[in-house]
């Protein structure tokens, strides 16, 4: 019980989402479905995989959903550590 209300605490981490790491060349079946509706709420005016939507979903790190959060780290967009400092920083 005490990993799921960890994993839940994600869901109010401000994300670098696409900073500080090597891209990835496509975008991953689970970023797909996990991350679409931040995408379309949030950035859907941005190209896939440019620069103009790694800072729209940067800047929105705090509202993306711990599903998006986890299929980004998974893709290797950000890395979990980078989550945790920024979840300790508050920022």
Known sequence: MKNKAALYG??????????HVSFSATITPAEKK????????FCGEF???SAA???CMSRN???????????????GEVSRSEVERRRKSGK
């Open 53 to 55: 939507l790694r800072n």
């Open 47 to 49: 190209g896939l995989e």
């Open 34 to 41: 996990d991350c679409a509706a931040a995408y379309h709420k």
């Open 10 to 19: 994600l869901l109010a981490v401000p994300v670098v989402v696409y900073s």
């Open 61 to 75: 790190g705090r509202s993306l959903p711990h599903n998006c959060i986890e299929a980004l780290i998974d893709a």
